[in-house]
Nanobody, 123 residues
Framework: VQLQASGGGLVQAGGSLRLACAAS????????IGWFRQGPGEERNFVAA????????TYHDSVKGRFTITRDNAQNTAFLQMNNLKPEDTALYYC?????????????????WGRGTQVTVSS
């Protein structure tokens, strides 16, 4: 499967963005989907995930209550709704897939990665 992330951009603090992660085929339906982010000079860090098979969602503490991950299996697409954005949310955001596996917060456990989409939040 190939993943394509989109929806990034420049937004003021307090604003919102909706990221999308489109998969190339229906293996999406049997995959956990995760979002990670990487700031300049930083490691790639977990943001949120929606797990196969039960749809359990998990979030990093820094985004709980502000970000929501969802998936649309009919469209082979996952979404990350980001509200009340803060300057510290600025990063390159990546989506990832792990087929037949439950989601984890460890980047090394994810098999497939899309290209990132840049999110920049101005103060």
């Amino acid at each position: 499967v190939q993943l394509q992330a989109s929806g990034g951009g420049l937004v003021q603090a307090g604003g919102s963005l909706r990221l999308a992660c489109a998969a190339s085929d229906s293996s999406f339906k049997t995959s956990s989907i995760g979002w990670f982010r990487q700031g300049p000079g930083e490691e790639r860090n977990f943001v949120a995930a929606i797990s196969w098979p039960d749809g359990t969602t998990t979030y990093h503490d820094s985004v709980k209550g502000r970000f929501t991950i969802t998936r649309d299996n009919a469209q082979n697409t996952a979404f990350l709704q980001m509200n009340n954005l803060k300057p510290e949310d600025t990063a390159l955001y990546y989506c990832a897939a792990a087929r037949w596996l439950a989601a984890t917060d460890r980047p090394q456990n994810w098999h497939t990665w899309g290209r990132g989409t840049q999110v920049t939040v101005s103060s």
